[in-house]
């Protein structure tokens, strides 16, 4: 069993007729990070919960009957009436997103600490607005020490908003600190740039910032995957092997959920692999990589080709699931 813990909120994606100087219709669309990630690993077939509190306003409801429509487990989902988190979302020409977040006071940053996790649950994954927000992160940080003391893999993706986080400084030691407990790290470049202090210039990343990527590594992550958008995914490993993929060509509508979509396949991948715990992760070699980056590749191709953060159903992908 694999848990997602974080944020569920709803993007306000504005309509692509919208004429010159006009704002256009907003179109609420279900999304967050980690909830993204979750859909994505029930509609691959994976045995996933989802760790989260939700509004019981209208939003809320509708997030939780698409958790359950997509496979997820919901007896870790809190509810709670105060107002769902709001991300109202740009999209540039190419397709890229870029957001503000409507979020004080929002049901999602008052989780309440579950206690242990069941015995079956091997992996929990955790990222995005969800370990920056308050009193929130607090309480994710501490599922994360807590699983990973008890010998479970734990996977981040920073996912940086860097509008949301007041003190960056603070922020980047927080994640140095998580880096013994972590197991796989998933990360766009620009979120590596950030993390290291870089202003986001991506220009010289691929060797300065691998560079950085493998000092985290040497802090203890087995491995950590790069998004870098066009231009593919990057596995780089503590054991110095560096595993490279093209992405999969796709007419892209909107690159909402993409980054999400590659880290619920590659979770769904290890959890298949039988790989979901550190020491399997370490064990993964170059070909093993190549073949979950791959996945991972075919699975987001299918996201950017469609509104909105709408990850695969295994049948997309020609998988049982």
């Known amino acids: 069993m694999l848990c997602v813990g974080g944020e569920a909120l709803i993007d306000l994606v504005p309509a692509a007729d919208a004429l010159p100087g006009e704002l256009g219709a907003l179109a609420p669309l279900p999304g ?3 909830y993204n990630v979750a859909i994505a690993l029930g509609r691959l077939g994976s045995p996933v919960s989802f760790l989260s509190r939700v509004s019981t306003d209208t939003f809320g409801d509708a997030l939780v009957d698409r958790l359950r429509r997509s496979g997820v487990d919901v007896s870790l989902v809190q ?11 740009g999209i540039g020409p190419d397709g890229s997103a870029r957001y503000s977040f409507h979020v004080e006071a929002t049901a999602d940053r008052l989780v309440a600490d579950p206690g242990e996790l069941g015995p079956d649950v091997t992996i929990v994954s955790l990222g995005t607005l969800s370990l920056v927000l308050e ?10 020490r807590r699983h990973s003391a008890r010998g479970g893999l734990v996977v ?3 996912n940086i908003r860097a509008a949301m986080i007041t003190d960056p400084d603070a922020y980047r030691a927080r994640f ?8 796989l790290l998933k990360l766009s470049v620009e979120d590596a740039a950030w993390l290291a202090g870089d202003p986001g210039d991506r220009a010289g990343l691929e060797d300065d910032l691998e560079d950085t990527v493998r000092g985290w590594l040497a802090a203890g992550p087995a491995a950590a995957v790069l998004t870098r958008g066009a231009d593919g995914l990057v596995a780089l490993t503590a054991d110095g092997d560096r595993i490279e993929v093209p992405t999969v060509p796709a007419v892209v509508v909107d690159t909402i959920g993409a980054g999400d979509t590659v880290h619920g396949a590659l979770l769904h991948w290890l959890e298949k692999a039988g790989m979901g715990n550190p020491s399997g992760v370490r064990e993964i070699d170059a070909d093993g990589w190549r073949a979950a980056l791959e996945f991972a590749a075919r699975a987001a191709s299918v996201t950017v080709s469609r509104a909105g953060a709408e990850p695969p159903y295994a049948a997309e992908l020609g998988l049982h699931s």
């Not at 509810?79 to 979302?89: H, Q």
């Not at 140095?176 to 197991?183: A, H, K, M, N, Y």
């Open 176 to 183: 140095t600190s998580w880096l013994p407990d972590i197991g």
């Open 135 to 144: 009193p929130g992160a607090s309480t994710y940080e501490t599922v994360l």
């Open 79 to 89: 509810r709670g009436d105060e107002p769902t988190t709001l991300a109202v979302a």
């Open 32 to 34: 967050g990070g980690p």
């Open 156 to 158: 981040v993706d920073p």
